[in-house]
């Protein structure tokens, strides 16, 4: 017998409409998500372009490649100013954008339209000389903020060279070249690249961004693109927050709830999969979970707080049965997870292996699972991720049924 | 529907959050923000630092609300050049 048979709950990145996504299976609506955003949200579409989403609308995403996600990010706000580039002129040296200055002007600048539509990119073009713009940002204590953009460069350039801050005094700050950390002084690719700067700050006050060529104070004879700038406050890259004026622009966080009934859940004897990227590696516990509305009942597949480490977790009555855990590659990449929990036994699977066994503690009596949350059940810990597919079944699934998965 | 409110302290607005419970409303807090911005010579270096509003300011998309929940409104406020604003 196919497990599709056997798959009570079954949710890929397909279709949607305001405030829901929809379930593959069931097929009677019943396992649904409520998917819930306060704002509008970009994302990548197909094309490659970058597009806004209406408020509750899912993000179906293909900024990872041909095959789309369910994205779901916490909230963010852009800091920049102006991040569209509205009021830069061609030439040469060209007007800066509004709410920019020029640091340095010995080249051209060439106004094209940014990857979203309805911004601006700059390309700046040198021969032997430095061309570089500036904002002024105040930024607050002990907070940590990621400024990153997207370049097209047709030199190896040193990073400091085209991107970097004068911040508040005693801030940290570590260069990041496509999400690898890297000496500033490391080249950038030609072609495409994302750089960006983590920028950890002790004391409040201004920092000065800079961005162009021949920021370290070397001439180049370059050019170099840079579109949809973005200073938040958030240890990594989010999607795109759009802002036009000097006022800060905060995007809500995303949700997906409510899929399922009683009716498609087992608490007694059950398996949870997911098949996503986690946004982020470390930090705070992120969770999908199978509950009864609340973080007392549960069965979740849990990112922990603890670099690159997955649990499988089963909560009773408001107390921890088992915790399985694992410490993966990376879970920033594509992982297929999987928790069994039946009786005593408790089994996480990653990438069709098995992991780690609890052979102790059990399940509720009866079946009280009623929903599967992106959350703990109460709407905290919310999952932070590119998610391809979510899976429930009221059985325990096999070593080899959970490998061919 | 969307508030903005100045709180006379921190505190207080922190207690008006908690006071919330778990909820599905977005909140930013923005804290005190700047009324008046620093100066800076032809080398960036400040020449004079910003002044900051005494109150503590909270934007929050209330979902689900058509008024001010109960203790909120006497803080509301509608600034002439919003500081922050929504997506």
Same mark, same amino acid.
């Given at each position: 017998m196919s497990l599709y048979t056997d798959i009570k709950i079954l949710t890929t990145a397909n279709g949607y409409k305001v405030d829901k996504l929809y379930s593959?299976?069931?097929?009677?609506? @019943?396992? @649904?998500f409520t998917a819930i955003r306060n704002t509008t949200a970009t994302y990548e579409n197909s094309s490659g372009a970058i597009v806004s989403a209406a408020t509750d609308v899912p993000r179906l995403d293909y900024s990872d490649g041909s095959c789309p996600t369910v994205l779901l990010e916490p909230a963010s706000s852009n800091i920049f100013s102006n991040s569209g580039f509205s009021g830069a002129v061609s030439g040469t040296p060209g007007t800066p954008p509004t709410y920019w200055d020029f640091n340095k002007s010995g080249g051209s600048l060439t106004v094209e339209t940014s990857k979203y539509s309805a911004g601006n990119k700059l390309k700046f073009s040198t021969s032997n000389a430095r061309h570089i713009v500036k904002e002024s940002i105040y930024l607050n204590a002990s907070t940590t903020y990621l400024c990153s953009m997207l370049v097209n460069s047709d030199l190896a350039i040193a990073l400091r060279e085209i991107l970097y801050t004068s911040s508040p005094s005693g801030a940290t700050i570590v260069w990041y070249i496509n999400g690898v950390e890297s000496n500033f002084s490391t080249n950038i690719p030609t072609g495409d690249s994302v750089i960006s700067m983590k920028i950890t700050t002790v004391s409040s006050g201004y920092s000065q961004v800079f961005f162009g060529i021949g920021i370290y104070g070397n001439s180049f004879t370059a050019n170099i693109t840079f579109d949809l700038p973005q200073l938040e406050p958030l240890p990594y890259r989010t999607s795109y927050i759009p802002t036009v004026t000097t006022s800060l622009v905060s995007r809500a966080l995303d949700s997906i709830i409510d899929s399922g009934t009683s009716a498609d859940f087992n608490s007694v004897s059950g398996t949870l999969y997911l098949k996503a990227k986690a946004l982020?590696?470390?930090g705070t516990d992120r969770v999908l979970s199978a509950n @009864?509305?609340?973080?007392?009942n549960s069965a979740s597949i849990v990112y922990d707080s603890v670099a690159n480490t997955v649990n499988g977790v089963y909560t009773k009555a408001g107390v921890v049965i088992a915790t399985c855990t694992a410490v993966i590659?990376?879970?920033?990449a594509t992982n297929k997870i999987a928790f069994t929990y039946e009786g005593s036994s408790f089994k996480l699977y990653v990438n069709g292996s098995l992991e780690h066994t609890i052979s102790s503690g059990s399940v509720t009596a009866s079946n009280v699972f009623n929903s599967l949350d992106?959350?703990?059940?109460?709407?905290?810990?919310h999952l932070e991720a590119k998610v391809y597919e979510i899976q429930s079944y009221s059985k325990v699934l096999t070593l080899l049924e959970v490998a061919s998965l | 529907m969307i508030g903005k409110y100045e709180f006379d302290s921190k505190e207080q607005a922190e207690a008006k959050i908690k006071a919330l419970g778990i909820n599905s409303h977005t909140i930013v807090?923005?804290?005190?923000?700047?009324?008046i911005d620093g100066t800076f010579d032809e080398n960036d270096v400040e020449i004079t630092t910003p002044i900051r509003s005494e109150l503590y300011a909270v934007d929050v998309i209330w979902r689900g609300l058509i008024d001010h929940p109960y203790g909120w409104k006497y803080y509301s406020m509608t600034p002439n050049n919003p500081k922050h604003s929504f997506l």
């Amino acid at each position: 017998m196919s497990l599709y048979t056997d798959i009570k709950i079954l949710t890929t990145a397909n279709g949607y409409k305001v405030d829901k996504l929809y379930s593959v299976k069931p097929t009677n609506g @019943d396992g @649904d998500f409520t998917a819930i955003r306060n704002t509008t949200a970009t994302y990548e579409n197909s094309s490659g372009a970058i597009v806004s989403a209406a408020t509750d609308v899912p993000r179906l995403d293909y900024s990872d490649g041909s095959c789309p996600t369910v994205l779901l990010e916490p909230a963010s706000s852009n800091i920049f100013s102006n991040s569209g580039f509205s009021g830069a002129v061609s030439g040469t040296p060209g007007t800066p954008p509004t709410y920019w200055d020029f640091n340095k002007s010995g080249g051209s600048l060439t106004v094209e339209t940014s990857k979203y539509s309805a911004g601006n990119k700059l390309k700046f073009s040198t021969s032997n000389a430095r061309h570089i713009v500036k904002e002024s940002i105040y930024l607050n204590a002990s907070t940590t903020y990621l400024c990153s953009m997207l370049v097209n460069s047709d030199l190896a350039i040193a990073l400091r060279e085209i991107l970097y801050t004068s911040s508040p005094s005693g801030a940290t700050i570590v260069w990041y070249i496509n999400g690898v950390e890297s000496n500033f002084s490391t080249n950038i690719p030609t072609g495409d690249s994302v750089i960006s700067m983590k920028i950890t700050t002790v004391s409040s006050g201004y920092s000065q961004v800079f961005f162009g060529i021949g920021i370290y104070g070397n001439s180049f004879t370059a050019n170099i693109t840079f579109d949809l700038p973005q200073l938040e406050p958030l240890p990594y890259r989010t999607s795109y927050i759009p802002t036009v004026t000097t006022s800060l622009v905060s995007r809500a966080l995303d949700s997906i709830i409510d899929s399922g009934t009683s009716a498609d859940f087992n608490s007694v004897s059950g398996t949870l999969y997911l098949k996503a990227k986690a946004l982020v590696s470390s930090g705070t516990d992120r969770v999908l979970s199978a509950n @009864d509305g609340t973080a007392a009942n549960s069965a979740s597949i849990v990112y922990d707080s603890v670099a690159n480490t997955v649990n499988g977790v089963y909560t009773k009555a408001g107390v921890v049965i088992a915790t399985c855990t694992a410490v993966i590659t990376d879970v920033t990449a594509t992982n297929k997870i999987a928790f069994t929990y039946e009786g005593s036994s408790f089994k996480l699977y990653v990438n069709g292996s098995l992991e780690h066994t609890i052979s102790s503690g059990s399940v509720t009596a009866s079946n009280v699972f009623n929903s599967l949350d992106s959350n703990q059940g109460d709407n905290t810990l919310h999952l932070e991720a590119k998610v391809y597919e979510i899976q429930s079944y009221s059985k325990v699934l096999t070593l080899l049924e959970v490998a061919s998965l | 529907m969307i508030g903005k409110y100045e709180f006379d302290s921190k505190e207080q607005a922190e207690a008006k959050i908690k006071a919330l419970g778990i909820n599905s409303h977005t909140i930013v807090t923005l804290g005190n923000l700047i009324i008046i911005d620093g100066t800076f010579d032809e080398n960036d270096v400040e020449i004079t630092t910003p002044i900051r509003s005494e109150l503590y300011a909270v934007d929050v998309i209330w979902r689900g609300l058509i008024d001010h929940p109960y203790g909120w409104k006497y803080y509301s406020m509608t600034p002439n050049n919003p500081k922050h604003s929504f997506l």
